[in-house]
């Protein structure tokens, strides 16, 4: 889409990956087209893999924009602010940087990923070498869980039939309880998220999903018309319609009464 434009224009992406074993989410510094990732539900932690090493996230994004490198980094809402914090803290320009962040539903905790992709791994013998909790198995919904194995088999299931589905649905990051970074406290050039709401019976339905891009700056403005029509289907939307479907964009979780029995 628009980040695969700025890639061709010599910009650097941020954006989340999975660890190379698969236990973990962590950010990642993208300069190759094929490196650009799926989308993650488990927390992700803020560092970057380069080298062999780990490096801090904000001082990496802070370094290319010091390069005069063109930069868009996409993450939840809390990352995007705390990235504009850190970076006016350094006073580091935003020039040149194109911020994305997503609806969110608050990310679970990293040890329930753990846990399932350890758990899987030990029940099928065989190491992961692909992992997606959005895997579309006939469609839009339900999302699957599907993870490909070294020894070549595959498990797929509905992810909200999984445990790992039960427990995205239960609990989450602490935080993510009280976060503020709602509704027009979003501090990102463009919010994205599903089109919930929408039917088949209604203009731009595909059975495959639908997104919704909240345009919120002249910045997210430009990035849009960057998208190539030939290869993205692009219409106006509803989207007091659209966030009435989706109201994580304004609304925060709301905290299970047992949580404490479980985290």
């Known amino acids: 889409m628009f980040y ?17 074993d698969f236990r973990e989410s962590e950010f990642a510094c993208i300069e ?15 560092r970057i893999f380069r080298d062999g090493e780990y490096f801090p996230l904000w001082p990496s994004v802070g370094e290319k924009l010091r390069e005069g490198r063109k930069v868009l980094f996409i993450g939840l809402g809390c990352d995007v602010a705390a990235l504009k ?15 994305v962040d997503l609806i969110c539903y608050g990310a679970t905790l990293q040890e329930v990923h753990r846990q399932y992709i350890e758990g899987l791994e030990r029940r099928y013998k065989s190491r992961i070498t692909d992992f997606t909790v ?17 020894d070549g088999r595959k498990f797929l299931a509905p ?22 970074v709602r509704g027009k406290n979003h501090q990102s050039d463009i919010t994205v998220g599903d089109y ?38 692009l219409s106006p939307a ?26």
């Open 85 to 99: 914090a850190y970076l006016t803290k350094n006073d580091i320009s935003t020039e040149n940087l194109y911020t």
């Open 32 to 46: 190759r087209e094929e490196d650009l990732w799926r989308s993650k539900y488990a927390e992700t932690k803020r």
């Open 238 to 263: 509803d989207v007091e319609f659209a966030i009435e479907h989706n109201k994580m964009y304004y609304e925060r979780r709301k905290m299970p009464e047992d949580y404490e029995r479980f985290v």
């Open 4 to 20: 695969q434009q700025l890639y061709l224009r010599g910009g650097t992406i941020f954006g989340a990956c999975y660890s190379k």
């Open 196 to 233: 919930w709401g929408l039917m088949p019976d209604m203009p731009g339905y595909n059975r495959n999903g639908v997104s919704i891009m909240i345009v919120r700056t002249q910045r997210g403005e430009e990035l849009v018309k960057q998208i190539d029509p030939e290869k993205f289907s």
């Open 134 to 150: 959005r895997h579309k198995k006939d469609g839009w919904t339900p999302p699957c869980v599907m993870a490909k194995f070294e």
């Open 159 to 180: 992810f909200y039939e999984t445990d790992y589905g039960r427990a995205f649905g239960m609990y989450a990051r602490k935080w993510c309880y009280s976060c503020v």
